[in-house]
């Protein structure tokens, strides 16, 4: 897995960029834990992995 960016990781799961948003926002304490801020662009390997197994992302 690789460093993506939000909207690129909203475009593999085919939603808006705000309905992901919304979606990362059900995970916020996941997301501080890692480092992850609302304004954090690029998410690192673990987060993406993360969110590609919870909402069954393909990359």
Same mark, same amino acid.
């Given at each position: 897995?690789?460093?993506?960016?939000?909207?690129?990781?909203a475009?593999?799961?085919? +939603?808006?960029?705000?309905t992901?948003? /919304?979606? *990362?926002?059900?995970?916020? =304490?996941?997301?501080?834990?890692?480092?992850?801020?609302?304004?954090?662009? +690029?998410?690192?390997?673990?987060?993406? /992995?993360? *969110?590609?197994e919870?909402? =069954?992302?393909?990359?």
């Open positions: 897995m690789k460093a993506m960016l939000k909207s690129e990781l475009t593999a799961a085919g +939603v808006s960029t705000d992901f948003r /919304r979606w *990362l926002h059900s995970d916020i =304490d996941y997301l501080r834990s890692q480092g992850i801020t609302p304004k954090t662009k +690029v998410l690192p390997p673990q987060v993406v /992995r993360y *969110l590609c919870k909402y =069954d992302i393909e990359v």
